[in-house]
């Protein structure tokens, strides 16, 4: 049973840093598939954040993402991060992480579509200006 646990959201300044975590089990992060970050703020659509490409160790960003943000991996850990740096009162919003699978739905994040069927419960994040 796959399952994808994140925490590390909370409350911070514009300006400020947070590093996101998503454990992983039963699924493996040195699995040939992707892994990625959403968020999702009241009353707007999932956004695409980040996304990783394990063989390869590719990423891609959303535009607003783009110089602030990076997602990695710690395959010893099983644990896929997403640290973020620069925050912005707009970055607020609750953030997933999800896994790739066959039987996903597609979604585009950055330059990159795949298909997601693994998501965690989500971890809220809050920047106050």
């Known amino acids: 049973q796959v399952q994808l646990v994140e925490s590390g959201g909370g409350s911070v300044q514009a300006g400020g840093s947070l590093r996101l975590s998503c454990a992983v089990s039963g699924y493996t992060t040195s699995s040939d598939t992707f892994f990625a970050w959403f968020r999702q703020a009241p009353g707007k659509e999932r956004e695409g954040v980040g996304i990783?490409?394990?063989?390869?160790?590719?990423?891609s960003y959303a535009d607003s993402a783009k110089g602030r943000f990076a997602i990695s991996r710690d395959n010893a850990k099983n644990t896929v991060y997403l640290q973020m740096n620069s925050l912005k009162p707009e970055d607020t919003a609750m953030y997933y992480c999800?896994?790739?699978?066959?039987?996903?739905?597609?979604?585009?994040?950055?330059?990159?579509?795949?298909?997601?069927?693994?998501w965690g419960q989500g971890t809220q994040v809050t920047v106050s200006s």
């Open positions: 990783i490409y394990t063989r390869d160790h590719s990423t």
């Open positions: 999800a896994a790739s699978h066959a039987f996903g739905a597609w979604y585009t994040v950055g330059q990159t579509r795949g298909r997601f069927a693994y």
